[in-house]
């Protein structure tokens, strides 16, 4: 449990916070530690949501203001539980993000009589495919949970102002050839080589950056994931698939996951219009096929809000700049 003891000290409650696992999916323990802090604060009203949990202040200020951040975490890799080295806290999820989980509820605990109204929001499955997001499904079961004049989301960026959100188009590329003992190798086609072609067609691909009310945003095109059969001694024949995740800038207009482009425009300059072979390697062949797109979070992007003079009124015009969100996804 988080202990008053614990919920006063952001370090020491990053700790408790990052030593409960909570892979995406599995946050209900989290979820609960979460609830039970935040019902023993009487200035708080308190909801529970699924594994969305909500703490408000009352009504009685002329603006509010959204501290959100996710309870869930990539796979844990070795790092738990949490450790200690000098100033730095090591373990799955202290920097996303169980650190701004931790520094919203520390602010909850020992804030009673904030500036402004306050809504302390924490929600699920931020980290797996966007139908599952905490956030998400709220906006659309209880959408007047989300209003407020001005909102947060506390994903650490070292003092940084990051505005806006990217969005992503993914891609899965399957290499297919025929299947052989690798001691006759002459008799198959390796679908591995065939997605040779693929990665260094990644490797050369050369990000844009586009600015938008002086807020910097930046391209990606990577492969995040690769799967295949397991037999050693065979030639792959099938199955050997790279998933490409496009992560691309937002824009002004809601219908763009990239600066200046629709997604059929994104789609066709990563080769993700057309269907059929890529490429080939012997007689190996890669097929393409587009998947999923996403728009980017937020519809308004940077405009808008950053033209608003009324957020530098707010904690966060403590940061030292603002800059483009560039929303960077680990690696599978």
Known sequence: MLSPEILADPVELTRALVDVESVS???????????????????LSVERIGN??????????????????????????????SRTEG?????????DMKSGAALALHLAATVEGPRYDVTYLFYDCEEVESER???????????DRLTADFAILLEPTYGLVEAGCQGTLRAMVTATG????????????????????????????????????GCTYREGLNAVRITGPRAVRRVRRAGDRLGAGREAGAGGDARQGVPGRDRPAAAGEAGL????????AGRARAELRAGRSEPRAYPRGARGDLQDPGWRRHPSAMARRVTGRHHGRWLR
Do not use: F, K, M
């Open 25 to 43: 999916g599995n946050e209900t323990r989290l979820a609960g530690q979460v609830e039970a802090a935040l019902r023993g604060l009487p200035h």
């Open 52 to 81: 969305v949990v909500i703490g408000r202040t009352g009504n009685d200020r002329q603006q509010r203001v959204i501290l959100a951040g996710h309870l869930d975490t990539v796979p844990v890799a070795g790092n738990l539980p």
């Open 87 to 95: 100033d730095l806290i090591h373990g799955c999820g202290t920097a």
């Open 133 to 143: 997001n905490g956030l998400y499904l709220l906006s659309r079961s209880h959408p």
């Open 178 to 213: 025929r299947r052989a003992h690798s001691a006759r190798s002459w008799l198959g086609a390796n679908a591995i080589h065939a997605a040779g072609t693929i990665l260094r067609t990644l490797e050369a691909y050369t990000p844009r950056s586009v600015t938008i009310d």
């Open 273 to 280: 219009d057309r269907r059929g072979p890529v490429c080939g």
